[in-house]
């Protein structure tokens, strides 16, 4: 897609977000108006962000697809790394019966989060990073999508032997880039159920702790507090900063059940490549746009 | 600044009006218009956009077909739409007053099956996957279909394939058809080829300068399916989406993109990217003369990636 016609979309979002200023001034709430139009943003944003100041910022980058192709699954990131002294970042679909996805709380790890997410139907998806300040940050994308990712019943149940297989962890820690962050990939097993399915109680992960093991220790590096809308088997891509004396990462986690996660993912080898960045990548080459 | 403000607020004014009259157009009787090309002797085809499914072309994106024998007409794929399938019954009628012989479906996705309604006085002919595949997804599809097409769709409902079919050679009257059961693109895909006129129907396992989907795709029984077809003796091929040509340049393309694809997202996965910076990753330039490129590539994206993603992560407790 080309620039004019980015620029001319967000023209044509200033100029209705104008008229409906125009015609209801008085149901305004405060602070700026939507970019994305929704609904439920006003609600969400006194659910959310309480009393705190928050801005739209383009600074923060969401990215997920237009068009939902699995509902049950929909790729989401949320990159702040372009604001200074992020502590919070969360995700919301404004439309889902549970719009918060997840508080990641990235302590020294870059204020990067991937995950798949569950998408009930088209809606905004937000990212929002909270800095230092108190200051929210928020940015945001539309996805269509046909109905029912968060009322399916999981893959899972359809296997037997499913409730064996709870709590495997799959993982991968890349070594430290140029920007000094070490891509971690985490994948669990869990039916990470969200109770909408008649008669089958809610069933998710709700935390997610890495840390370094050392001989001084084991500091946390980031913490993910996840909910009902993070897909089944859940995926989650972050940049953590293992301390140099780290001989392995450890993961934590619990679920709503009371049942525990936990796994130890070595380091990479000595001859492992640092994980790729689209940011190398030039675009130039590309087509299809 | 404020001038030219406003002048693109003006401009979407005016697209707003002309879009409003546009919807008013589309108001009236909706019609696929349907016009047989005759591509070889007995043998037509009604040439479908290469687009995805829109309003607009009521998910008019296949090139459904029809050979006339002298024991009746035999047809090919049944179109999107109830209105598809009765639309292509009337303009065979036009063609000849011969009766419907027998109508093949090539696979599960929906504009191969939906307008079978219009036919359901004859066999309709399928692999057993293909029948397994509607009997368990048809509803969804169809659901799915009228999303995306709207009105299009209206009275549309699933028709099971009746007649279950293996591979075969059938003899239609002067026509000796060859039933080619393969799987990759689906896990059920039945290419046609008339030995008597060297007209290939290829089904989904052949895309001509219209990007593969893959909501049912193995990449690698896929590249084995396009050797399949490698190795027929053909005059005219014919995708289900996209250009006939006398020649199979298009078997090539297909298996460059596939191979592209399947090797692009292994390596990204292997590289630490992650599935949502996958969908922006760059696409070569040779692949701009496929239609709705980077669309596809997204959907299949999330096709194939979670599988290829889980494969490769290892197990840690």
């Not at chain 2, 027929?232 to 596939?258: E, M, S, Y």
């Amino acid at each position: 897609m080309s620039n004019s016609v980015i620029r001319f979309r967000s023209a044509l979002c200033r100029g209705g977000v104008l008229l409906l200023a125009t015609a209801a001034p008085a149901v305004a709430g405060d602070g700026p108006a939507d970019p994305l139009g929704s609904v439920m943003w006003e609600a969400l944003r006194d659910q959310y962000f309480a009393g705190a100041p928050v801005v739209f910022d383009g600074r923060v980058k969401v990215m997920a697809p237009t068009s939902a192709e699995d509902t049950r699954a929909v790729p989401l990131s949320v990159d702040a790394t372009a604001l200074d002294r992020v502590v919070e970042l969360v995700a919301i679909a404004d439309l889902n019966p549970f719009p918060l996805v997840l508080r990641y709380h990235p302590g020294t790890a870059s204020p990067y989060i991937a995950t798949r997410i569950k998408i009930q139907q088209a809606t905004a998806v937000r990212g929002a990073a909270r800095t230092a300040d108190g200051v929210w940050h928020v940015s945001g994308v539309l996805v269509d999508a046909a109905g029912g990712g968060c009322s399916a019943p999981p893959a899972s149940y359809a296997q037997k032997d499913w409730a064996d297989h709870v709590g495997e962890v799959q993982a991968r820690l890349w070594p430290a880039g140029d920007e000094g962050t070490a891509r971690l990939r985490l994948r669990i097993r869990h039916p990470n159920d969200t109770g909408l399915v008649d008669g089958i109680p809610a069933y998710f992960i709700e935390t997610l702790s890495v840390s370094a093991q050392t001989a001084g220790g084991s500091p946390e590096l980031a913490r993910i507090d996840s909910l009902e809308p993070v897909s089944e088997n859940p995926v989650f891509s972050l940049d953590v900063r293992p301390p140099p004396d780290a001989t392995a990462l450890i993961l934590r986690g619990r679920d709503n059940q009371g049942g525990e996660i936990r796994a130890t993912i070595p380091m990479p080898p000595p001859d492992a490549r640092p994980a790729m960045s689209l940011k190398a990548m030039d675009p130039l080459r590309s087509v299809g746009q | 600044m404020r001038a030219s403000l406003l002048r693109r607020l003006a401009l979407g004014t005016a697209l707003t009006v002309g879009l409003l009259s546009g919807a008013a157009l589309a108001a009236g009787p909706l019609t696929y218009g349907l016009k047989p090309t005759r591509i070889a002797p007995d043998t037509y085809v009604f040439e479908g956009s290469t687009k995805h499914f829109t309003r607009s072309n009521g998910g008019n994106i296949l090139n459904a077909g029809f050979i006339v024998t002298t024991d009746g007409v035999i047809v090919i794929q049944t179109g999107p739409s109830r209105r598809y399938g009765e639309e292509m019954r009337a303009a065979i009628r036009r063609v000849t007053d011969k009766p419907i012989r027998k109508v093949f479906i090539s696979n599960l996705h929906p504009d191969y099956w939906l307008g079978s309604q219009a036919f359901t006085d004859v066999a309709i002919a399928a692999l057993p996957g293909t029948i397994a595949g509607i009997e368990e997804e048809g509803r969804g599809i169809a659901d799915n279909m009228y999303r995306l097409v709207g009105d299009w769709m209206r009275g549309t409902e699933v028709v099971v394939p009746t007649e279950p079919v293996l591979g075969s050679t059938v003899k239609f009257g002067d026509h000796t058809l060859r039933l080619i059961p393969l799987h990759g693109h689906t896990a059920a895909d039945l290419m046609l080829l008339d030995e008597t006129t060297g007209v290939l129907f290829t089904g989904g396992v052949v895309f001509c300068d219209r990007t593969p989907t893959t909501p049912h795709a193995t990449v690698a029984d896929w590249l084995a399916e396009l050797d399949a077809v490698e190795a027929l003796d053909i005059r005219l091929l014919v995708p289900n989406h996209g250009h006939i040509r006398p020649d199979k340049a298009c078997v090539a393309q297909t298996r460059d993109w596939l191979t592209w694809l399947d090797g692009t997202l292994r390596r990204a996965v292997e590289n630490g990217l992650d599935m949502a910076d996958a969908l922006e990753l760059p696409i070569p330039e040779r692949f701009a003369v496929l239609d709705v490129l980077r669309e596809e590539y997204r959907r299949s994206v999330a096709h194939l990636w979670p599988k290829i993603e889980q494969d490769s992560l290892p197990r840690v407790n």
